[in-house]
């Protein structure tokens, strides 16, 4: 039971839930939603979606153990009583369960495209399966680079499936309805991508922050260290005014659809959450203050991404 639960703990378990349930939403809460009224039936169909999802899950698996492989040392200043790596699971067979898990998701992948035509899927997913490989080892401990590709492939749970509809130029030539659906699918699509892009990469910064003592000692060229906490502070708050700026724009822009339930579920569950962030991003000093508004960033991704259910009642 230890090496059971030691294994969940090192593939992040409620991450893993949190990227299964933004697929799920999206897919059944905007994607179906918006093709129902033309009677049309998603690239990916249901059977092949599950699949797409669990390819998606054991991808990030994957990532998140080799992360900790290569983060072993680090780990052991950062948060020495929460490593799994060496202390219970073996090197050996953390690297395994890489591979395995790797390939797992590569061959789900490979399916997919191969009986839905869709060959960027496979192209993608072995794409982040290396990214990802190349994050831990050396991309994480770069400035910049780190944090702007985790954020991107934060968004990509989501381009993944908007992009799947959007192949079909033929049909939107012989049906110019399609065209108007297809549209509305990669404006919401990229409107939660784009929100949760910038939204982790306020988090990448935040954490960075968090770690700097053990980044520090083992050569890492974060944020923090290149240039300082207070430029990293500054460079956070200016992407959450951009970030609160959209977002309030946005309620402005729906208030003409007086769609009510959503604008108050927006400010109150994520407008000002963010706000109170930003708030507390100056006055935050410690390990364990920065630790409190990475959960709060991340407790804002959630309720952004669970804003999707109110599309299935208003589209």
């Not at 992040?12 to 939403?25: E, S």
């Not at 994607?31 to 059977?47: H, M, T």
């Not at 990229?190 to 939204?199: D, E, V």
């Amino acid at each position: 039971m230890r090496l059971i639960a030691a294994f969940l703990k090192l593939i992040r378990v409620p991450n893993l839930i949190f990227i299964a349930l933004t697929q799920f939403l999206f897919y059944y809460c905007i994607l179906v939603p918006l093709l129902k009224p033309s009677a049309a039936e998603p690239s990916i169909d249901q059977n092949r979606f599950f699949l797409l999802v669990v390819a998606s899950v054991v991808i990030a698996a994957a990532g998140y153990i080799i992360n900790d492989y290569f983060d072993v040392d680090i780990d052991q200043v950062n948060r020495p009583k929460k490593n799994v790596v060496d202390m219970i699971v073996s090197r050996r067979w953390a690297m395994l369960w890489h591979f395995v898990l790797s390939g797992v998701g590569v061959a789900l992948s490979l399916y997919i495209s191969w009986t839905t035509g869709l060959w960027y899927i496979v192209l993608a997913n072995f794409a982040t399966v290396f990214l990802l490989f190349g994050y831990s080892v050396s991309l994480k401990r770069k400035l910049l680079s780190g944090n702007v590709l985790i954020s991107f492939l934060t968004a990509w749970v989501v381009l993944i499936l908007c992009l799947s509809e959007y192949h079909l130029t033929l049909r939107t030539q012989v049906d110019p309805a399609w065209l108007v659906v297809q549209n509305k699918i990669m404006r919401l699509g990229f409107l939660y991508a784009g929100f949760a892009f910038i939204l982790s990469l306020i988090r990448e910064a935040i954490k960075d922050m968090e770690d700097i003592e053990g980044d520090a000692r083992y050569g890492s060229r974060t944020m923090p260290i290149v240039w300082g906490m207070n430029s990293t502070k500054i460079y956070i708050a200016v992407w959450m005014i951009v970030l609160l700026a959209l977002l309030v724009t946005m309620q402005v822009y729906i208030i003409r659809f007086h769609w009510w339930w959503p604008i108050v579920y927006s400010v109150i569950l994520i407008i000002l959450p963010l706000a109170y962030l930003f708030y507390k991003l100056f006055k935050a000093m410690t390990p364990r203050q920065f630790h409190f508004l990475s959960n709060i960033a991340k407790t804002v991704m959630l309720t952004g991404i669970l804003s999707m259910i109110f599309f299935y009642f208003y589209l």
